[in-house]
């Protein structure tokens, strides 16, 4: 099959295609940087892969869609422009999305993937009613703002080992969250960044004791765990004593925790992943496998 990401050259073009070096099952289609920049070849190459990753700023990326103009290319889009698209196959097959069969797949932001992977399922079965008001908090690695930031951590520029930022309350992700969960709040969402270069942990904290029915916490663990039954890529292991942002770091899996204080009247939902990972290009990478009709953990790094 042949594959072509447009946008190679950024951080998450760069890590898929570290991940299908070396595949014999991908003919992957490059320009050189002048062609990168020349619209003719650009449309050429979107139009004759099999399969298109974008790994594009969101205009960028809706136009790189507008230039395709046949019926047999499939896209994966790593941007945030179609996650709450009509048309678009949100790309989280452990939620039960048909990713296989689709032509157009949005892959998950990050954060959003650790958030619904702990919510939607509590969500689907009742355990977590749809209009509790819900707070996720959130560490990444630098990595995840880009070539600019990945620049100022690591030139001393952003002189702190943490910071917390979206203090509108306004981030990009939100509407994707609040979507896929069925929530009928917008969650509050507290991301932050940390002085390390990948890695990422969402928290997703309850107060059962204040549900009129707050479930037990085996029903929360027997729920996460029934959801992703099977999944080599999300999983629940015995729980640490500790997490830190590097928990899942290098790797394209997703690790679910559940702690609960001594009377169960609280509970920290944890989801550790890696920005990069299952928060990017390994998202995208067990997305195309799919696609192409391959076991999905091909090539990941779990």
């Known amino acids: 099959m042949r594959i072509f990401i447009d946008g190679a050259a950024g951080t998450t073009g760069l890590e898929i295609e570290a991940r299908l070096s070396g595949r014999s099952e991908f003919e992957l289609l490059k320009l050189d940087d002048a062609q990168r920049k020349n619209a003719a070849a650009r449309r050429d190459a979107l139009n004759a892969a099999d399969i298109v990753i974008l790994c594009l700023p969101d205009d960028a990326a809706r136009e790189a869609v507008s230039l395709i103009d046949n019926r047999h290319t499939r896209v994966i889009d790593a941007s945030t422009a179609f996650r709450t698209a009509d048309g678009w196959t949100y790309g989280f097959p452990e939620l039960g999305n048909d990713v296989a069969s689709a032509t157009r797949v949005s892959n998950p932001g990050c954060y959003p993937t650790g958030f619904l992977a702990l919510v939607a399922p509590l969500v689907r079965t009742g355990l977590l009613p749809r209009d509790w008001p819900v707070t996720v908090n959130a560490v990444s690695g630098y990595s995840g703002g880009g ?14 080992a943490w910071r917390t930022y ?9 509407p994707e969250m609040q979507r896929h969960a069925g929530l009928v709040h917008a969650p509050i969402f507290a991301p932050s960044v940390a002085s390390a270069y990948r890695g990422m942990i969402v928290e997703v904290p309850l107060q059962i004791g204040a549900m009129a029915n707050g479930p037990a916490v085996a029903a929360i663990r027997d729920a996460l ?3 992703f039954s099977g999944s080599q890529i999300v999983t629940l292991p015995p729980a ?19 702690f609960a204080n001594e009377d169960e009247s609280q509970v920290r939902l944890i989801a550790a992943l890696d920005n990069l990972g299952k928060g990017a290009s390994g998202a995208a990478v067990q997305s195309l496998n799919l696609m192409a009709g391959l076991p999905e953990t091909t090539g990941l790094k779990l």
């Open 166 to 174: 979206a203090l509108t309350l306004a981030h990009k992700h939100i």
């Open 240 to 258: 640490p004593a500790m997490l830190t942002v590097e928990q899942a770091a290098n790797t394209d899996r997703l690790e679910l925790f559940v």
């Open 225 to 227: 765990g029934t959801a």
């Open 147 to 160: 070539k600019a930031m990945i620049a100022e951590f690591e030139s001393g520029e952003a002189q702190t």
